[in-house]
């Protein structure tokens, strides 16, 4: 059962299926093209790459849909190793007109739900010190911060600290 909360619109949230990869690869450029809210400014994985990338069962990539635009990309992924396998790695990102509707919100529920029915136990998530509105939701969600790294960013010509948040499950 998906996370429920209410919201003011009304888009389809799912768990993304490698049809989905030209959508994904178009909404992650979106974000990237406004250089301010990821590291990297160019999706890196081709769409037969992205394709496979959706098929790893110790992955969770959630779309969010508006229609057939997928407007919203959450992924969560799991350690690797035996050591770090109840840990996982979120990122989201959500086009420019789509933020404060509580997608990220509902992403977050979803993606926190799935977690605990596959045993994970740490979430760990980074986001710049500048996306105030980013960390006002995640700490709203439960997350804690973890540390800092200072001036781990240059942009717009200013240093930007990489907050490192966690969620306890």
């Given at each position: 059962?998906?996370?429920?909360?209410?919201?003011?619109?009304?888009?389809?949230?799912?768990?993304?299926?490698?049809?989905?990869?030209?959508?994904?690869?178009?909404?992650?450029?979106?974000?990237?093209?406004?250089?301010?809210?990821?590291?990297?400014?160019?999706?890196?994985?081709?769409?037969?790459?992205?394709?496979?990338r959706l098929k790893n069962p110790d992955e969770l990539t959630l779309v969010c849909n508006d229609n057939?635009?997928?407007?919203?990309?959450?992924?969560?992924?799991?350690?690797?190793?035996?050591?770090?396998r109840h840990v996982a790695n979120l990122g989201i990102a959500i086009r420019r007109n789509y933020r404060?509707?509580?997608?990220?919100?509902?992403?977050?529920?979803?993606?926190?739900?799935?977690?605990?029915?596959?045993?994970?136990?740490?979430?760990?998530?980074?986001?710049?010190?500048?996306?105030?509105?980013?960390?006002?939701?995640?700490?709203?969600?439960?997350?804690?911060?973890?540390?800092?790294?200072?001036?781990?960013?240059?942009?717009?010509?200013?240093?930007?600290?990489?907050?490192?948040?966690?969620?306890?499950?």
């Open positions: 059962m998906l996370w429920k909360k209410k919201e003011t619109i009304s888009l389809d949230i799912r768990k993304a299926y490698p049809s989905d990869a030209r959508g994904i690869i178009n909404c992650m450029q979106s974000v990237m093209d406004e250089k301010i809210y990821l590291v990297s400014e160019y999706y890196l994985l081709t769409e037969r790459g992205e394709q496979e057939e635009l997928i407007v919203g990309v959450l992924t969560l992924q799991r350690g690797m190793y035996k050591k770090n404060h509707m509580n997608v990220g919100t509902r992403m977050i529920g979803n993606a926190l739900e799935w977690a605990k029915d596959n045993g994970i136990k740490k979430i760990n998530l980074e986001v710049f010190s500048t996306n105030v509105n980013a960390i006002k939701t995640y700490r709203k969600l439960g997350f804690e911060y973890e540390g800092m790294r200072k001036n781990q960013f240059f942009i717009n010509g200013q240093y930007v600290d990489d907050v490192l948040m966690t969620y306890m499950l």
